[in-house]
């Protein structure tokens, strides 16, 4: 048979799409838990990662698009779409400024430059939100 379901539980585009393929730098994620995600590698803005319009798991994911030298919304630099990275949003114009695209997220220093920035954006939401009360 042609197309044996691996799992029997799971759907078609689980079982067949779930996934990913990379070509180059472009790793195109599947229906799985990056839904319909593309990361693409460059040298100046590190990872750019959006996602694709397409159901996935029969649900409708919101869009994002960011910039991110470890691929990941804890360490974008450009951010569109909040609901994607919730906080995160708040967090990319100040690390592009202190920190630029693309900087190294395992350099114990610059770990404490963002560490700095989400305490004091913490602290600043935590205080709003009580303010509003």
Request: proline share 4%.
């Amino acid at each position: 048979m042609l197309f044996k379901k691996k799992y029997s539980t799971m759907s078609f585009s689980e079982n067949f799409l779930g996934g990913h393929v990379s070509i180059g730098p472009i790793t195109i994620y599947g229906d799985n838990a990056m839904h319909w995600g593309v990361n693409i590698s460059t040298r100046k803005f590190g990872y750019i990662c959006f996602r694709l319009p397409f159901f996935s798991h029969r649900v409708w994911w919101p869009l994002y698009f960011y910039c991110s030298p470890n691929a990941t919304p804890w360490a974008a630099t450009f951010m569109i779409g909040k609901k994607h990275g919730g906080h995160e949003y708040k967090f990319t114009s100040i690390r592009r400024k202190k920190l630029g695209h693309n900087f190294d997220t395992y350099d114990q220093t610059n770990r404490d430059i963002m560490r700095d920035i989400k305490n004091l954006i913490s602290k600043e939401i935590v205080y709003n939100e009580n303010f509003k009360r």
